[in-house]
């Protein structure tokens, strides 16, 4: 493949044209809010609009919220699977894309169906019950990659002899579990973590039709209703993936991204 | 490896064993399955429960084989271009080269832009092409050329194709990567020794190797754009009237005066979106077969 780069130099340079420009042209927007003058005026008012603190910090508690139930309720079934069951494997594996397949507005329809206030299971007749709903249904669109991301790092540890270990100094099953696969786990629940907080942030499907407050509504909002705010939170929206993304890079896991996600 | 290696430590009970996956299996059929199902099953009901077909016949009505048609066309446009431009720029920096940071940065800036989707994405093509955008000044300013009075919107077919290209483009990176590293070196230099042209390689080893991945790819871009309504209702309101957006009406409103219709409406998404991930999953087992 020793080629001249020349050609690859083009095609370089048109994409990065159209990716590059309209992460300026959102920029400079940004900074047109007053007249004949750049100013970060847009910033100051998204910023200090209550109702951008209040559902950002929403949406950042169910993140955490469904990367740590997710992480719960992934890391001992991708372990036991390994350990005991791995005929399941590929049943799992056929779960954990099916969020894949489904699109989230065809999930949450049925969950205002399945789970509507005169149902078996109530779940969205009080706030609490209903962000409860919210993050599960997060940790749903979150199954392919952490499920990925933490069965790629159980494969990469001696799982067995791990336990063996343990189970020969007397650890029980939850000393085994949090204490030596946990620990081991770190960098690829983490990558999972924040792959899953980049997804979760900005959602806007699910939250807009369970009516939570939640940012990606409140962005929706904002872009129904106002010109330059807007471009200012695109340009922090982006910030904030860069900064998920460059974090999974820093704790450094080869991630074969799952494929495709459904937004 | 020892029959005994295989075996767990300490066999334990059948109900034991199986205990250890219970809690995946009853948050994946609670919040995944059942939901699902039921879609399914009310989309064959009529309002008072009984059997029918009729939901399916229903949705042969003009405004819904309109909004199927042009999420169709939509997710397959952005599916297609974002296909060939990612093979480009994937090659161009696997392949091409190209200085080992330059690859080492796309790769991040793939993994950023294709999850800066859903409603910021919106924001930002409004601000670059919308009717006051830098792009669509500039070119009035400095060409006297009004992209609007040319027949551009982006509010249309195009404008939401060329937006949901910001996210194909680098997940077609992201996925083709993987198989361009498969190519082996080794294939092009046997080639050559064969005294192949650049032309030949390409169309007799490297792309028969490839296009199972390259695809299986598509196929995968193709519903990713075809579930994806963020970035389209907040762009365009509800006036494209994709079938994401329909969906959501109907969910908010039932605009269609049926709620079973709704479901078939439902599981003709899933029904799509399905044939297009076993398609991509059978062609991908196919290529697995050469690119490890």
Avoid at chain 1, 40 to 68: G, M
Avoid at chain 2, 159 to 166: K, N, P, Q, V
Wanted: proline share 5%.
């Amino acid at each position: 493949m020793k080629r001249s780069p020349l050609q690859s130099w083009i095609v370089m340079a048109l994409a990065a044209l159209y990716f590059l420009v309209p992460l300026i042209a959102t920029f400079e927007f940004s900074l047109r809010l007053k007249r004949g003058e750049y100013s970060f005026e847009a910033y100051r008012i998204v910023l200090s609009d209550p109702r951008f603190q209040n559902s950002f910090l929403y949406s950042t508690t169910l993140a955490v919220a469904t990367i740590i139930i997710g992480t719960l309720l992934i890391v001992p079934t991708a372990y036991w699977i390994q350990m005991r069951l791995p005929r399941l494997r590929p049943v799992i594996e056929f779960i954990t894309m099916l969020p894949l397949v489904i699109p989230s507005i065809v999930i949450v329809f049925g969950y205002l169906h399945v789970y509507h206030s005169g149902s078996w299971l109530p779940m969205t007749s009080s706030p609490l019950a209903t962000d409860t709903l919210l993050t599960f249904a997060y940790v749903v669109l979150a199954l392919p990659y952490l499920y990925r991301s933490i069965d790629t790092g159980l494969r990469a540890i001696d799982v067995r002899t791990l336990t063996e270990a343990a189970e020969s100094l007397g650890a029980g099953w939850a000393t085994i579990l949090f204490r030596v696969i946990l620990p081991n786990l770190k960098s690829a629940v983490l990558s999972g973590a924040f792959l899953t907080f980049a997804i979760v942030i900005g959602e806007f499907t699910i939250a807009s039709l369970l009516n939570r407050p939640a940012f990606g509504p409140y962005l929706q909002l904002v872009g129904a209703n106002r010109a330059y705010e807007p471009a200012a939170l695109a340009v922090i929206a982006f910030l904030i993936t860069w900064a998920c993304m460059g974090l999974i890079n820093i704790v450094g896991v080869v991630k074969h991204r799952a494929p495709a996600d459904g937004r | 490896m020892t029959s005994t290696a295989t075996t767990p430590a300490k066999p334990a009970g059948f109900g034991l064993t199986w205990l250890g996956v219970a809690p995946f299996f009853v948050f994946a059929f609670l919040f995944l399955i059942l939901p699902t199902l039921y879609l399914l099953v009310g989309a064959f009901q009529d309002p008072h429960g009984n059997f029918t077909l009729q939901n399916f016949r229903d949705l042969a009505q003009d405004s819904i084989v309109a909004a199927y048609w042009i999420s169709i066309r939509i997710s397959a446009a952005s599916a297609f271009i974002g296909a060939i431009c990612g093979f480009f720029i994937a090659y161009a920096v696997i392949g091409g080269g190209l200085p080992g940071w330059l690859r080492s940065f796309v790769m991040t800036f793939s993994g950023v832009a294709s999850n800066f989707a859903g409603v910021p994405l919106a924001f930002a093509f409004l601000a670059t092409l919308g009717r006051l955008g830098l792009v669509t000044i500039l070119l009035r300013d400095l060409f006297g050329f009004s992209l609007y009075g040319a027949g551009f919107n982006l509010l249309t077919f195009w404008g939401l194709t060329l937006t949901y290209l910001y996210f194909q483009i680098p997940l077609m990176v992201l996925i083709l990567a993987p198989a361009l590293d498969g190519l082996k070196k080794e294939w092009r230099e046997a080639s050559a020794i064969l005294g192949a042209s650049t032309r030949q390689y390409w169309t007799m080893v490297a792309l028969p190797i490839l296009l199972p991945s390259i695809i299986g790819a598509t196929l995968l871009l193709f519903a990713n754009a075809f579930g994806a309504i963020a970035t389209a209702y907040a762009l365009t309101g509800s006036s494209l009237n994709i079938v994401t957006i329909l969906l959501y009406a109907q969910i908010r409103g039932d605009v269609l005066h049926n709620p079973n219709l709704g479901f078939a409406l439902a599981l003709g998404m899933v029904a799509i979106t399905s044939l297009s991930n076993v398609l991509y999953l059978w062609l991908r087992a196919r290529s697995d077969r050469w690119v490890k």
